[in-house]
């Protein structure tokens, strides 16, 4: 493993038992005055003399996790980037649940996800810049993160996904660090909760391709269920899949593969 230091970058690694790049890189979040640790994984084609722009997929983690979670659950993540072309970014949400905190002001993970990562990422990796080459996933806390960031910013991302995704933080009460970052009263976590941003997408006519999952005895499934049943009743094209699963390493290492093949579709429906 060589390592590289660059001008953004506290710590930069290179895999050279993969074609594709694998980079470690902190990267500086004005809103929170920190730097946020995150893994870029970037097809051989995105990189060299000859490299080509490439679409772009950033998997959020779960509660607990970190920027290496998405890593650990699908190691071959590097092989999929050369095989499919696509760059796959992975930064440290802590356990932010992905939103602006009005308690916490070191706590601004809507801000740096789609607006603070977006620009770095742009910057410094070549990549297709425009939501139509962009699309967001992740599991259970990172499954709302990234519904709940497209939804409320659909001039960023033209694609999103969930696995596991704990979309109504109303089910989920106080626990999970939930008080600490937006309190406990109800009308707060209302606003919070995916489900309450649909009414946003209605009103700003945006079309975003979503595709979410979760199995059947997974804890969150009642919560995905009355989500797409939601998303029927407003007439928003989504898809959906129920499968055989809980909350497991197991079944997001299976559920990747299809957001991906989602994903790809999206990309190049253009084509």
Known sequence: MKKIISLFAVSLFVISAEASRVD??????????????????????????TAVKCPVIYLLHGYGGNEFQWLVIKPNLPQIADEKGIIFVCPDGKNSWYIDSPIDKKSQYETFISSELIEYIDQN?????????????GLSMGGHGALFNAFR????????????????????????????LIGNKSE?????????????????????????????????????????????????????TVRPGAHTHAYWRNSIDYHILFFCKFFSREE
Not at 30 to 48: L, Q, R
């Open 188 to 240: 707060d976590k209302k606003f919070y909760a995916v489900p309450n941003q649909l009414l946003r997408l209605e009103l700003e006519d945006a079309h975003i391709f979503i595709y979410f999952d979760c199995g059947i005895k997974d804890f969150t499934f009642a919560q995905n269920e009355i989500l797409h049943k939601l998303l029927t009743e407003k007439n928003i094209e989504h898809a959906y």
């Open 153 to 180: 910013h659909s001039d960023v991302f033209g694609a999103a996904g969930s696995m596991s995704g704990a979309v109504d933080i109303r089910q989920i009460g106080n626990k999970y660090g939930l008080n600490l």
């Open 125 to 137: 990796y070549n990549t297709l810049d425009d939501r139509s080459y962009r699309a967001i996933t």
């Open 24 to 49: 470690t890189i902190a990267i500086v979040s004005k809103a929170m005055e920190c730097k946020i640790k995150t893994i870029v994984i970037s097809p051989d084609v995105a990189n060299g003399e």
